[in-house]
């Protein structure tokens, strides 16, 4: 995966310089349309077969920390097997859609702070390590695709969010 034809990003238009100030300013992002929003807004799901904005947030959060734990890994060993973040299971199984937005919205910054604060300790050799990443296709990655990732996944989820928002 090197672009995203839904959200119109592209991996190598992002400089590794770039990904932790994006990786901040969408948590900033985030913050702002959760607390632009109501609860129940936030709950709703108006798009069948979709989540609420409030799960696509929360799904976000465990994306930037299940990251940061797979560079640290990365740093650790010699490219490991990246395990399946189980992102289906764990909207239920953590009831991401009866979490209280703004504790969500304080956990978005803290995990986006953590993810780009270890990103900006990668020293240049650091950046091409790898790991056999899982998804969409198992796939040997650099931690340089892995924080490429991590911003689309941020930007691809808030275009999810506003959609949803803007449908209610």
Not at 32 to 52: C, K, M, N
Not at 91 to 118: C, F, K, M
């Amino acid at each position: 995966m090197n672009s995203c034809q839904e959200c119109d990003f592209r991996y190598d238009s992002l400089a590794t310089g770039e990904i932790a100030p994006s990786l901040r300013w969408h948590a900033v992002e985030y913050a702002t349309r959760l607390r632009a929003a109501g609860a129940d807004e936030l709950r709703a799901h108006p798009r069948l077969g979709s989540w609420s904005a409030l799960e696509y947030a929360c799904h976000i959060h465990d994306v930037l920390v299940v990251q940061r734990e797979r560079i640290a890994l990365a740093l650790r060993e010699d490219q490991p097997t990246f395990v399946s973040m189980r992102r289906a299971e764990r909207v239920s199984e953590q009831r991401y859609n009866e979490q209280e937005p703004g504790a969500v919205t304080a956990a978005i910054g803290d995990a986006a702070e953590a993810l780009a604060g270890a990103l900006e300790r990668l020293a240049p050799d650091q950046w091409l390590r790898t790991g056999v990443y899982p998804w969409p296709t198992t796939e040997v990655r650099t931690l340089e695709w892995v924080g490429r990732h991590s911003v689309h996944e941020a930007r691809h989820h808030l275009l999810d969010v506003d959609r949803l928002l803007a449908s209610l």
